[in-house]
């Protein structure tokens, strides 16, 4: 079958993906454009078979961002309704929990909110609709298009109804292509198109290495004995080893909701970990079992966190566009918070590009957006806290001390310290020890294909793998070999299979990318760097409920 020719759709802005950045940017846009009579046309496209589909959160919000771009927000009914009411910050030991008579100052709650960042977005795409803005969701960005001066011109989103021999079915319906005078990109952490950016113009020459952590999620609906609206919960220590970063929250919403989940720093050594299990085995500690003992999990998912911070933070501007929220990377670590951050950036960037388009200038890249977010309060806020993260490099302990320090000099330190790329950090199979994890009991834990089918993730199956292999033979004669198949482990959603014949020989790679839940994590933590996640056809994923 031949292919039919793209349609081509023109706007003054084109922004990549609808989380709060994006939504941000295309509101701030048009209110510039209402403030000062100059019309911009925005266009959004999402890849989510909706806006929020995608957003997965333990989200306590702080609404810095907000009130600046909608100062009536409560007015306006968006959802922030419950407020942060009570923080406790635990120290798990196998059996025990100690309490902290002075939570980190970064995790004092008063005055933010337990939110469904999902929800934040929906209501978030309405007010940009009623601007003006147009949103489109279940068109995935597949490719970033140039010009013949090597300016990006637009994106083309993906064709629909390919099968898996890359030839087009009965279904078939060619992508769009979409161009702006300048693109703003809003994937989030890791994007696929981001990353291409990073490379056709450098971005990442004079940065440290991104770093990761990978959080895992679910909503729990609890006995009505153990819910505790605003109560927020951390925890550090066990069943972390003190060698690997990594902690837990507890959320406690309206409706006798929890939302609990466990962040995993990617940069972890031992191949025989699964943060998966490791989440589902927190949930067994004396301290936090009782939360969920008589409840009911309503929904699970996993997502990446670009936790690099102020050293790691990309050149963001590049001829035609620039880049936004956590596709750069403006996580506060110690908050764990990084959504008025991402927001606050897509304000910066949508003021920067407004002025940009309608003062005359002649350049084709909006150098103004760097500079005007470093006089923001962002770049001081992630100044201040950017040497916490590296410090747990050197384990929990140094960096607790190191924590201590910089958080009782407000960040002065005369240094910065480096990070170093997740995928670098296994020490070989042959030299960890291995873990034994408890079987799940489906009461409290589960195995990963039960939760998969709660994230409510679905992809067209006859379709390319939208997880590549650069070298087919790498995950045998490499993963297998040197790791034990890490990647059997660190994927949330059982992507991934090593699969043998009748003998137990003949071992091979399957990959189920049936069950992928979008959080990248093989992306970022294959050894070789041999697996490419690129977008599969548009809506295909998870599609998280609004409690998430």
């Known amino acids: 079958m031949e292919r039919e020719p793209r349609e081509v759709m023109e706007y003054d802005v084109l922004i990549v993906g609808a989380g709060p950045a994006g939504l941000s940017a295309a509101i701030r846009l048009r209110q510039r454009a209402a403030e000062t009579g100059q019309d911009v046309s925005v266009c959004v496209i999402e890849k989510g078979s909706e806006v929020g589909a995608h957003l997965l959160s333990g989200a306590v919000f702080e609404p810095h961002a907000l009130t600046e771009l909608i100062p009536d927000w409560k007015e306006k009914g968006a959802p922030l309704t419950t407020p942060a009411r009570e923080d406790h910050f ?41 601007l003006g803005v147009e949103i489109y969701p279940g068109f995935a960005a597949a490719e970033v298009l140039y010009d013949e001066d090597g300016v990006v011109k637009g994106v083309a989103t ?28 809003a994937e989030g952490c890791r994007g696929s198109l981001t990353k291409t950016l ?35 919960v951390h925890t550090i220590g066990w069943p972390m080893d003190p060698k690997t970063y990594g902690g837990s929250w507890l959320y406690h919403m309206e409706g006798n909701l929890v939302s609990v989940g466990f962040v995993v720093g990617l940069d972890y050594w031992n191949p025989h970990m699964s943060p998966f299990e490791e989440f589902q085995r927190y949930k067994t500690h004396p301290a936090i079992r009782p939360t969920f003992e008589g409840g009911r999990r309503l929904s699970y998912g996993a997502r990446a966190l670009s936790e690099g911070g102020l050293q790691s933070i990309p050149k963001l501007t590049f001829p035609g566009g620039v880049i936004i929220g956590d596709a750069a990377g403006f996580l506060n670590v110690p908050k764990i918070k990084g959504n008025h951050t991402a927001m606050k950036s897509g304000m910066v960037a949508a003021e920067s590009v407004f002025d940009h388009l309608t003062g005359g200038s002649e350049s084709r890249e909006v150098t103004a957006y760097p500079e005007r977010l470093k006089a923001s309060w962002v770049w001081p806020e992630l100044e201040a806290v950017r040497n916490i993260r590296p410090g747990f490099q050197k384990g929990l302990w140094a960096g607790l001390a190191n924590a201590a ?34 079987k799940p009991d489906g009461k409290i834990t589960f195995d990963r294909l039960s939760s998969v089918y709660l994230s409510n993730t679905n992809h067209e199956e006859d379709q390319p793998a ?8 790498i995950p045998i004669s490499v993963n297998l070999a040197l790791y034990d198949a890490p990647e059997t482990r660190y994927c949330p959603a059982g992507v991934y299979e090593i699969v043998r014949n009748e003998n137990g020989g003949d071992p091979r790679l399957q990959i189920n990318a049936q069950n992928c839940v979008h959080c990248k994590t093989c992306d970022i933590k294959d050894p070789t760097q041999n697996i490419n996640w690129v977008v599969p056809e548009g809506g295909g994923g998870p599609n998280y409920p609004g409690g998430m």
Request: proline share 8%; with cysteine; charged share 25%.
């Open 90 to 130: 635990l120290f798990l030991t196998e059996t025990k929990a100690m309490k902290s008579p002075f939570a980190p100052p970064q995790m004092h709650n008063h005055g933010n909110y337990i939110i469904s960042l999902g929800n934040l977005a929906r209501w978030l795409a309405t007010q940009a609709e009623e």
């Open 405 to 438: 320090y910089e958080t009782a000099t407000k960040g002065k330190s005369p240094w910065t310290l480096k990070h170093h790329a997740d995928n670098t950090t296994l020490v070989k199979a042959s030299e960890a020890p291995k873990i034994a994890y408890p």
């Open 158 to 185: 993906g064709d629909m109804g390919i099968g898996k021999d890359g030839e087009p079915t009965g279904n078939y319906t060619p992508g769009m292509e979409l161009h702006a005078k300048q693109t703003i990109f």
């Open 466 to 473: 939208h997880l590549t292999l650069k070298d087919p033979t």
């Open 198 to 232: 990073f490379e056709r113009f450098d971005l990442r020459r004079d940065c440290q290495p991104q770093t990761y952590g990978l959080g895992i999620k679910e909503l729990w609906e609890v006995d009505p004995s153990q819910s505790k609206p605003g109560l927020i």
